[in-house]
């Protein structure tokens, strides 16, 4: 369908194998041996990885799409001032936690901990060279009307967004609005009978 993103998941996956590439090349050079445990690296990065571009991605949603509004670099600018600071602190948290972590006298623990760090800075890297000119095309094809598996407008263009049009949120936000929000915070949500549950079986 046009609006759908199977492409821009397509390259969330590349860039999350693009880092981990880069990270254990980078740690070879640097010296730094692989074990068994510096291979689980590849989950770390998936989730800072993915996590940040939902960031970049919701943060782009959440702009209104109008025709005096349609220029895709300009909104990817715009959902970047909102987004890039926490993507930036996340980012450098990360890496100051696994250099500390990398002082471990456990060699295997202190073999990850680089890896990770490497992995750290190649996926901020790519998100910001590789990611956003492929969410740059991929907002254009959309735009355009395009299927994921066509380069070529094949549909028409889709009809534009107004300012004061209600948003139409994704099963995703749907499902946080109505499942995980109430139970989390709800008159008798999860953290309410947790507390309970504490405050009476405490010692």
Known sequence: APRSRNLLAVSCMLVVGLSVACALGLSGYAGVPVTSITTLVCFTLLGVSVDDIIVIVHAYDRLPCTAADADVNKRIIQSLHESGTSIMLTSTTSLVAFLCAALCPIPNVSYFCLTAAFGIISTFVLQ???FLPLFIL???RRIGGCRDCCLTPCLGPLPEYDVEDKEVDGWSMVLVDVVTAPSVS???????????FLATHRA
């Open 128 to 130: 910001m060279t590789l």
């Open 138 to 140: 991929d907002e254009r």
């Open 186 to 196: 709800g008159g008798c949500g999860l953290m309410e009978r947790l507390a309970g």
